[in-house]
């Protein structure tokens, strides 16, 4: 059985590799901001999509709002992100959601 400890020694253990995900994410994306498409009315370069979309993630990235529900900007409970890892939003929410 574990003990509150390791379980804050495992979540702490998963948010730090989570963490360097992120930071080398954040690299690769910077790199491929550095060239950006033509803004040629009627006629954009196919490339402008995915330097917004890039530009986008990005941000998300830089914000450092892991952790946190994106509709009541509440702590998302730790046995919620031990299983969805990705999840933008509480239970709470999420329920309400249905």
């Not at 003990?3 to 690299?27: G, M, N, P, Y």
């Not at 196919?46 to 529900?69: D, F, S």
Request: glycine share 6%.
């Amino acid at each position: 059985m574990f003990t509150q400890d390791d379980q804050l020694a495992e979540a702490r253990a998963r948010l730090l590799a989570e963490r360097a995900e992120v930071l080398k994410e954040l690299e690769q994306l910077n790199a491929r901001l550095e060239v950006k498409g033509d803004y040629e009315l009627g006629e954009g370069d196919p490339m402008i999509y995915q330097w917004e979309l890039n530009l986008a993630l990005r941000e998300r990235a830089e914000l450092g709002l892991y952790g946190r529900c994106e509709r009541c900007g509440k702590p998302i409970e730790p046995e919620r992100l031990a299983v969805l890892t990705h999840t933008t939003v509480c239970s709470q929410c999420a329920q309400r959601r249905r």
